[in-house]
């Protein structure tokens, strides 16, 4: 993660903390654990960290259209956006750890 530029760290960290929130997440875990896997698997298709960057900057509208659609309606807007860095950090971690 050295390489990364401030902005890109930030990111990074901010998927990371993202991730252990949710894992602290008691409440319709199971719901939050079947989301984030759900957009993960479409984040599969980015095999690069530049890609992947980029698809963070651009198919929010998709993800959050498939989050809102597996959680219950109550969930805050911060726990959806907090689901889909979830993702992004499970696949952030598939990828820089396959580099």
Sequence with gaps: MDDLGPYDRATVN???RSYAE???HTDHGHL???AVHAVL???RQYHQRASLFAGYETEAAVDLALI???LPS???DEMLWRTRDAAFHLR???V???A
Excluded: D, H, T
Aim: aromatic letters at 12%; hydrophobic letters at 55%; proline letters at 0%.
């Design 32 to 34: 939050f654990e079947a």
């Design 74 to 76: 109550q969930i805050s």
């Design 96 to 98: 820089a750890g396959s």
């Design 14 to 16: 901010l998927w990371a």
């Design 41 to 43: 698997v479409g984040l």
């Design 92 to 94: 952030w971690v598939e």
């Design 22 to 24: 949710l894992s602290r």
């Design 68 to 70: 809102r659609n597996l």
